[in-house]
């Protein structure tokens, strides 16, 4: 099973635990498009948000937008909400679940999720991580030089069973939720920290 954790608990965030059931097919069918699954991954990690906040972040017309809030409301993944500012002139939205868990992938005694539904998904959040790399470097020059100095893209492979691969995995999935329990005790206002991504893939290496 796969899991994609984008968000931290904090205030008008989605707290862990929400909704960790298995995200269905029609949720999954909504999230293969990168620029709503970049949408979702910025009301998962910054909590609520307007449409027009989310348009001046991602250089996309409001109107697009709100068609693909829309599409992800449908799927149960969003929801609109009303903010305690009152401003009606604005369109406030926040995410219903803070990860994307797939169910058990397909074997003899268990159907599982059908590849048509899960591979579309699969290869559009391969494409958002690579989007989100080219992002960061397209913002290293303007970026300090310990958060250069910070950042680090490394990759191995290792001849391992199915078991040894599951074993690593959930060690490094240890580990990210460790250092989560950092994160979370910084305050969001400390100008020291920045939100960092994690990536983690495990997969049988084709040549």
Do not use: C
Not at 119 to 134: G, I, K, N
Not at 141 to 150: F, G, N, T, Y
């Amino acid at each position: 099973m796969t899991q994609t954790h984008l968000g931290t608990p904090g205030e008008d965030k989605p707290r862990t635990g929400t909704r960790r059931d298995p995200t269905d097919s029609n949720a999954l069918t909504a999230m293969s498009n990168p620029l709503r699954m970049r949408i979702l991954g910025i009301l998962r990690v910054e909590g609520i948000q307007t449409v027009g906040s989310i348009s001046t972040r991602i250089h996309e017309a409001p109107g697009s937008v709100s068609y693909h809030l829309s599409r992800l409301s449908r799927a149960g993944l969003v929801e609109k909400i009303h903010h305690h500012d009152g401003d009606m002139r604005k369109s406030w939205w926040k995410a219903t679940r803070h990860a994307t868990l797939l169910p058990a992938a397909r074997r003899p005694d268990n159907p599982g999720a059908p590849h048509e539904t899960t591979d579309p998904f699969r290869r559009s959040a391969a494409l958002s991580y690579e989007q989100a790399y080219e992002r960061y470097l397209d913002a290293i020059p303007r970026l300090s030089a310990d958060w250069v100095e910070a950042g680090t893209s490394d990759d191995a492979v290792l001849r391992l069973t199915p078991d040894e691969t599951n074993r690593m995995i959930r060690d490094l999935t240890e580990v990210i939720h460790r250092w989560s329990a950092v994160a979370d005790a910084h305050v969001p206002d400390d100008p020291r920290t920045r939100q960092v991504a994690v990536i983690l893939q495990a997969f049988a290496w084709i040549p």
